[in-house]
């Protein structure tokens, strides 16, 4: 299985502040990287995948990049409503595997 | 609008059984697999299993020959079987649509809002 290990554990920012995440395979996965906002007692939410590509109606202020093993969820002026734990995902094979997630807080 | 409609769940004893299913609406069911993640409590997400639109099935080692997933594309459906289950099994399960369509597991674009299994 591929082992997807992010970092930080958690994160302190403010609003306004930039913040970024970041992802690593065990093993290449080209650009086949999701990223989920999952805020507490709801479902994840997807936000970007195929590395880059935002889903419908996220906001811009959320990016990501990257390939192979390595990729970055950057949120640039954060909002209130961003304080949330974020997880990546692989896709490039099944079993999809997880990161651990990362806390982002005030 | 995609909704997932969750059901199912509850306390059961460890070797019982439960049953998941998922209702789905607002896009065309049999164009999308559909997939099972969990979450433990205070714990990250985990892969279950995943149904392809014509139903080709995958499982998580941790449930193969325990659970069986199945969907019926007439009545828009997915459900989880769960079988023997044991104290581990305890999460939210939460089941999801694939974002790209029949076959493909890349990433899922929505998710129910979920259900806890309890195994004590």
């Known amino acids: 299985d591929i082992q997807m290990t992010q970092s930080p554990f958690s994160v302190s920012a403010s609003v306004g502040d930039s913040v970024t995440i970041t992802c690593r395979a065990s093993?290449?996965?080209?650009?086949?990287l999701a990223w989920y906002q999952q805020k507490p007692g709801k479902a994840p939410r997807l936000l970007i995948y195929k590395t880059s590509t935002l889903q419908s109606g996220v906001p811009p202020r959320f990016s990501g990049s990257g390939s192979g093993t390595e990729f970055t969820l950057t949120i640039s002026s954060l909002q209130p409503e961003d304080f949330a734990t974020y997880f990546c995902?692989?896709?490039?094979?099944?079993?999809?595997?997880f990161g651990g997630g990362t806390k982002v807080e005030i | 609008e995609v909704e997932l409609l969750q059901s199912g769940g509850g306390l059961v004893q460890p070797g019982g059984s439960l049953r998941l299913s998922c209702a789905a609406s607002?896009?065309?069911?049999?164009?999308?697999?559909m997939t099972w993640v969990r979450q433990a409590p205070g714990k990250g997400l985990e892969w279950v299993s995943s149904i392809s639109g014509s139903g080709r099935i995958y499982y998580a080692d941790s449930v193969k020959g325990r659970f069986t997933i199945s969907r019926d594309n007439s009545k828009n459906t997915v459900s989880l079987q769960m079988d023997t289950l044991r104290a581990d099994d305890t999460a939210v399960y939460y089941c999801a649509k694939e974002t790209c369509g029949t076959d493909c597991y890349f990433s899922s674009d929505s998710w129910g809002p979920g259900t806890l299994v309890s195994v004590s």
């Open positions: 093993q290449g996965i080209g650009r086949w």
């Open positions: 607002g896009f065309i069911f049999s164009n999308y697999a």
């Open positions: 995902q692989q896709g490039e094979s099944l079993p999809q595997t």
